[in-house]
Structures are given as C-alpha cells and as structure tokens.
C-alpha cells in the first residue's frame, strides 16, 4: 500500500531523474521540437521538489492537486497543461485516502490518461505521450487483475512504457511541434513518450519494494 | 556557442528588468508570475488586447506594448509557452472593464494555457474573447499535423486590434477585426542557421554552408524542406509564390508586407529580399501599400528570413496608420 511518504519518495524520484536526463530530453526534443523540453521537465519537478516540506502533513490529495496546480504553473508549453492535468486527475482519485492500494494506483494513472487525452485530444499512433502511457495504464491494468503484486504491476507498466516510447521512433507525428516536420519527424524518438516513461519508472523504483 | 547571457536560468528575468530598465516610459514590469503591462494601465473603459507566448521572439510580443498596441504581455521561458496564472494576472490588471482579447499564436501550447486562463479569467468576471494566429504557409492545416503556426501575422494584428481598441471599438468588434486579419494574411520562412535555446547551449539543428531550411517556425525547429543554398532573389521568388498561391493574392489587391529578419540576419540582406519583393509585386500589379523591413517576431540569434503579406482594406489600413507608442514600434503624430 503507498502512503503519503512512498508518494513523497516518488516525487524526489522524479525530480532526481528529469535533473539527470535533463540533457537527454533537450537531445531528443532538437531534431523534432525547440529543444525546451529537457529544461522544462527540470524546473517543473525542480519546483515541487522544493515544496516537498510543505507535503509533510498534507494528505495524499492535497499532495497531488498541489502538484498538479505546480507543474501547470511552472512548466510551460503543452507538458505544462498535460503534466498538470495528469496529476489533478490523479489528487482526485486519492483524494481523502491515507493509502493507495495497487487497484487504486492503477485507477489514479488511469484517470491521469483520461485527462491528458481529454486535454491534448491525441490518438494512438500520433507520436506523443500517449504512446507511453496509455500501453502503460493497460499493463497495469491487467497485471492488477491478475492480483500480481503492486511491484510486478508496475514492472509490467514500466516495460509497455518503455516498449511504447521506442515504439513511437518510426511514427510521423501528428500532434504538437514535431507534426510541423511532416515525414521529417519519423526515426525519432518522441521526447514526451520519454519523459512520461521515466516518471512510470520512478514510480516502479520508488515503491517497488512496498507492497 | 556564444552568448551574452549570464546563467542560462536567468535569461528571461534578466531581460525583463533590462526592458524594464530601458522602457519605464512606456511598460511596467510585474514578476512571478512574469507579465508586462503598458504604463498606463488600466484604461478604463477600453477593451484590453493581451497577447503572448514564449521569450526569444523579441521584440515580440514585449516590445509592442503601449499606445495603440498591446495592454499586457506574457512571456514565457524561451520557446516555451506562458502559464495561464502569467495571463490571469495580465488581465486583472488591464482590464478596463470593457473586456479582454487574447490574441494566440497557434501552437498547442500556447492554445491550451491561453485556453485555461480565459475560464479562469471568466469565473473572475472578466469577458475573454480569443483569437488564434495561423498564417503559416509552409504547414498543411489537416487531422495530422497541430495545424498551421501563428508567426508574422501576429505583429499585424496586434498593430490592427491595438489601434482599434484605442479609437474604442468593442471587444466583440475587435474579435471580428482579428480574425479578418488573420484571414486575410499569410506568411512563410526560411533559415540558413538555427539558433541556440540558452538552456541547451548548442544549435537546435545544424545545417550545412551550402544548404537552406524551408518553411521554418519561430522555434528553431527544422523546416519542411532542406534544400541547396540558392540566390536570394531566388529564394525571394520561393517565398512569394508559396505565399502569393495560398491566400490567393491577386492583381489590384493592396498589401501591407512585412520582411522580417529571424534575429540573425544583417539589415542589408533584408533589403536586399525586399527589393525583389517588391519587383515580385509590382510585375503581379499587387500594390504594397506600407511595409516593414526588420526584426519583428525572431528566433534568438536563427539567421533566416520570413515574408508576411497582409490583403488590407480601407479599415485596416487606417488603423494600421493610426498613432502607435512602443518600444518596437512608434509612428503617428500624437496630441
């Protein structure tokens, strides 16, 4: 069961990895975007990161609304709005819960999806976020309803993530800044698909002894 | 790559102090959540025109507040939209009680924060109205793409809208004004360099000494099209026939034109685009009635070039004439 501080562990966590993959994102965002999105990601979770005392008696709702309000005022661009809803989705779900079972991570990411697709109106295949999350969200799923452990749940979600944001390489997109390229922005891996899965990692490395 | 700049992370703030600094006669700057509003707001009364975007486009959209121009801009970190609590703020504090209109580039992320701070803006009681810029040329508007870019007719209908809602025209009005402007206009790029975003430190994308990027943004992204390095009155002829085709411009249509320079690009080049411009139009019997030769909407330091093209009419016109008092921009005899 994830509690507030698993919750705390895995917003460091995330803040530690786009601080460490900072430039592999800026890499990933120059062939087919404006090469902002490695700095972006940064400074967003780099703002939470710094909110993280105030967390320490707020309930996990609170915590993820907070989050969510946080990244849309500090990221900017469409990652900004997408991060952001991803995380008020989220507080919604876990909003007057102390402990998060794995049923209810899954509905949280769940919902999380559901709001960036609302908000971004991407579809499968258009080269986005998406590509990761939403394979993601359905490995959780399933390994949920299979009653496997929050860890193996999660290892399933990491691996679709993972298997989703390379698979967005030889798409041409069809949302955002890269979709202005055209045939151009195919053999390249989607920047949002990248960060998205490194925030699922993160989870997976943050709770995966929890169970 | 070089640059004066100080920390990459203080790029923006830096800047904005230094227009502060340089323009205390014309804006006011406000921080966390960054906004610049003209000195004299709120006109009370006058429908407020906010616009804005992400930093490294100066003099845009920073650069064309005051008289006859924009209430309030937004500015974001470089090449990367504004926070809908930067245009919340703007418009509570321009907001002369006769409404607000956003005038929005297309991208998908300036659209979706301008979206979220138009109801925020309205649950506060301010009337939002929003208009999207999209007179790129160089990218097909289909299901498949984010459609085409806000870029050059941007200055043109902030210019056009400032002056309408300085002679008092209302919000509705200038909502109309605005998207005729940006029907009736078309633009296209090209670039000989990208340029370098401060946080990452090198060129967006390389390209070689004999090569251009066709259809290019304002973001230092590749174009549609790499092609061999031609002539200037070459790619001058390029340039127009994607732009003149698309709208259509036609014989006897009057024109206001904009040859902007993407920041890297010496003045004398631009001329010297603008001449075979100029000759393009005249042998096509269309009329450029004003022009501007310049850097209006850059890159950071792209070198490059963008043609925008305006099909004016006597109400445009007129206001695009009308007094303007700006840091970019200053014409008109004023009382």
């Known amino acids: 069961m994830i509690n507030r501080d698993a919750i705390i562990d895995w917003l460091e966590a995330i803040a530690h990895t786009y601080d460490e993959n900072q430039q592999v994102l800026t890499d990933l965002d120059s062939p087919i975007g404006d090469a902002d999105h490695g700095a972006n990601m940064a400074r967003g979770f780099n703002k939470v990161a710094q909110k993280i005392p105030s967390y320490a008696e707020r309930s996990i709702g609170e915590i993820l609304n907070d989050v969510g309000l946080t990244l849309m005022s500090t990221i900017g661009g469409s990652s900004g709005p997408l991060y952001g809803v991803f995380f008020l989705n989220a507080s919604k779900i876990a909003f007057g819960k102390d402990t998060l079972s794995a049923h209810l991570i899954t509905t949280m990411f769940e919902s999380g999806l559901m709001g960036i697709v609302k908000l971004g109106k991407a579809s499968p295949e258009d080269k986005t976020m998406v590509d990761a999350l939403s394979p993601a969200v359905e490995a959780l799923k399933a390994a949920v309803?299979?009653?496997k452990t929050l860890s193996?749940?999660?290892?399933?979600?990491?691996?679709?993530?993972?298997?989703?944001?390379?698979?967005?390489?030889?798409?041409?997109?069809?949302?955002g800044r890269a979709s202005y390229l055209g045939e151009r922005s195919i053999g390249h891996q989607d920047p949002g698909a990248t960060s998205i899965t490194l925030l699922i990692k993160a989870a997976y490395n943050s709770w995966h002894e929890t169970n | 790559m070089k640059k004066l700049i100080n920390r990459p992370e203080n790029v923006v703030k830096e800047a904005l102090m230094g227009m502060a600094a340089a323009h205390p006669d014309l804006i006011r700057v406000s921080y966390e959540p960054n906004f610049i509003v003209r000195v004299d707001a709120p006109k009370e009364g006058k429908t407020a025109i906010i616009s804005g975007g992400g930093s490294g486009h100066e003099p845009l959209h920073g650069g064309f507040i005051g008289l006859g121009m924009l209430d309030a801009a937004c500015p974001g970190e470089v090449f990367t939209s504004p926070t809908p609590d930067q245009m919340l703020e703007a418009a509570k504090a321009v907001n002369g009680g006769a409404g607000v209109l956003f005038i929005i580039k297309n991208y998908t992320g300036d659209v979706m924060n301008f979206e979220i701070a138009a109801q925020l803006a309205q649950s506060e009681?301010?009337?939002?109205?929003s208009v999207i810029i999209n007179d790129?040329?160089?990218v097909q508007d289909s299901l498949f793409t984010a459609g085409r870019r806000g870029v050059g007719a941007t200055v043109f209908a902030e210019k056009i809208c400032g002056a309408a809602a300085e002679q008092g025209q209302s919000?509705?009005?200038?909502?109309?004004?605005?998207?005729?402007?940006?029907a009736n206009a078309r633009s296209i790029g090209v670039a000989l360099t990208s340029c370098t975003v401060p946080s990452a430190g090198k060129p967006t994308f390389s390209l070689g000494d004999d090569e251009m990027e066709v259809g290019i943004g304002i973001h230092g992204e590749p174009g549609r099209r790499r092609l061999p390095?031609?002539?200037?009155?070459?790619?001058?002829?390029?340039?127009a026939a994607a732009v003149l085709e698309d709208l259509p411009f036609k014989s006897d249509d009057d024109v206001i034109v904009m040859v902007n320079g993407m920041g890297g690009t010496p003045l004398i080049e631009l001329y010297i685009i603008y001449n075979k411009l100029d000759q393009i139009c005249r042998e096509q019997g269309i009329r450029i009635v004003r022009n501007l030769v310049g850097n209006y909407i850059t890159a950071l330091d792209m070198s490059g070039v963008s043609i925008t093209m305006l099909k004016t009419d006597h109400e445009m016109l007129a206001l695009w004439d009308a007094p303007v008092k700006t840091p970019a921009l200053t014409w008109g005899g004023l009382s």
């Open chain 1, 145 to 147: 309803a299979e009653n």
């Open chain 1, 152 to 175: 193996d749940s999660l290892l399933c979600a990491v691996t679709a993530a993972e298997a989703g944001m390379k698979a967005t390489i030889p798409m041409q997109a069809r949302k």
């Open chain 2, 125 to 129: 009681g301010i009337d939002v109205a």
């Open chain 2, 136 to 138: 790129d040329v160089a």
């Open chain 2, 171 to 182: 919000l509705a009005q200038i909502e109309a004004l605005c998207r005729r402007v940006n």
């Open chain 2, 229 to 239: 390095l031609e002539s200037a009155d070459d790619i001058t002829t390029m340039m």
